[in-house]
């Protein structure tokens, strides 16, 4: 994708962001560091800081809409949550959000009214935010907001978008809700909405820092992030949890933890036996880790239960039964997806 095919809604605003973000208390040398990290997350050398740290503060500010399904709002709290000033803060202040239904203040016709306005005044030129699976059984009526279903608001919004992120794994996939026996036909966005421009960015739920380096990458070239066969930013599911598993070394020395609690778990030996899945996951938590960097499931004690991969909910479950004896593992292969109906 040239990094002329992307023209963001807004123009430029009279106010700076750095002074702005001084008054915050979020110094120079704190935004130079959210720079780095971002430059680092997608995989670019630290020479990018400056080019990167250019393009936040000089953006127009897209314009977001974003939308909750069939969903836990788990994403939103995973992008909310984070210590102060973090990248969260500084992503919400580049972009405009415009309609968010756990944020905003306005509510009931107020609020279908932001929306409407939205996507009327910004045609082709804003970003949705798909969080939530998308029930399709019965015309779509497991899932209506303001008389609506998930299913018709989906196929409005998201196809007046300039670019789609689905993010956490029921929006991409289908996720909880799509578990078999998928009561209700929920699917993810690629399935209701065929045809958009969509970044898929799953997890249970998604990474924040994640979904800022999307922007950040989209704000510095003009473009989205390259993408696998699930339409994945590379950046994000390019290794395997495996491939830098800080307890790698306790694996191929055949260390296992064979009972939560026991001599190997206290010293932090390798958990396949306990059923993780990080050698058929592929996402960035052992890098990029949750709660600011400090930890991620496995340095916790967990084992990867699959997360980010399609179909987890179906295809790495029982959660606790190692990989070699599960009847369905493995990752899905790219003709497998979408899904048949079971
Ligand atoms: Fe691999 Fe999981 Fe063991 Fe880490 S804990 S080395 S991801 S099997
Ligand atoms: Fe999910 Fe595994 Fe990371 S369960 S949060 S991909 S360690």
Redesign the pocket.
């Known amino acids: 994708m040239k990094s002329d095919d992307l023209t963001l809604g807004q123009e430029s605003e009279s106010w700076s962001l750095p002074a702005y973000w001084l008054r915050r208390g979020i110094t120079r040398r704190g935004f130079l560091q959210f720079c780095t990290a971002m430059a680092a997350v997608l995989g670019l050398p630290p020479s990018f800081t400056g080019r990167i740290a250019q393009a936040v503060v000089s953006a127009r500010r897209p314009v977001l809409v974003w939308l909750h399904f069939q969903d836990c709002t788990g994403d939103s709290e995973s992008f909310l949550r984070a210590t102060d000033p973090s990248a969260t803060d500084i992503i919400l202040d580049i972009l405009s959000v415009d309609y968010h239904e756990t944020l905003m203040a306005a509510a009931g016709r107020q609020a279908e009214k932001s929306l409407h306005d939205a996507i009327a005044a910004h045609q082709g030129k804003y970003l949705a935010v798909v969080e939530g699976a998308i029930p399709t059984k019965d015309n779509g009526i497991y899932c209506t907001v303001g008389g609506r279903t998930a299913l018709g608001i989906a196929k409005e919004v998201c196809g007046g978008a300039l670019a789609t992120l689905a993010v956490g794994t029921c929006a991409a996939f289908g996720g909880l809700p799509a578990a078999h026996p998928n009561p209700t036909g929920a699917v993810g966005v690629q399935e209701a909405v065929p045809g958009i421009r969509l970044i898929n960015l799953p997890?249970?739920p998604m990474?924040g820092v994640n979904l800022a380096a999307v922007v950040v990458h989209f704000l510095t070239f003009g473009a989205l992030p390259a993408t696998d066969q699930f339409r994945r930013p590379l950046f994000v599911h390019n290794d395997r949890?495996h491939e830098k598993c800080e307890r790698r070394s306790h694996f191929e020395a055949q260390e296992f933890v064979t009972e939560w609690g026991d001599e190997g778990h206290w010293r932090g030996w390798c958990l396949y036996l306990m059923g993780c899945?990080?050698s058929e996951?592929w996402?960035n938590?052992p890098t990029v880790r949750?709660n600011d960097g400090t930890n991620?499931?496995?340095r916790a004690g967990h084992g990867?239960?699959?997360?980010?991969q399609p179909y987890f909910w179906d295809r790495m479950t029982p959660f606790y039964t190692k990989l070699g004896r599960l009847k369905r593992t493995g990752a899905i292969l790219p003709e497998e997806f979408p899904r048949k109906p079971q």
């Open positions: 997890g249970c990474n949890i899945k990080g996951t996402m938590c949750w991620w499931p496995v990867c239960i699959g997360c980010p």
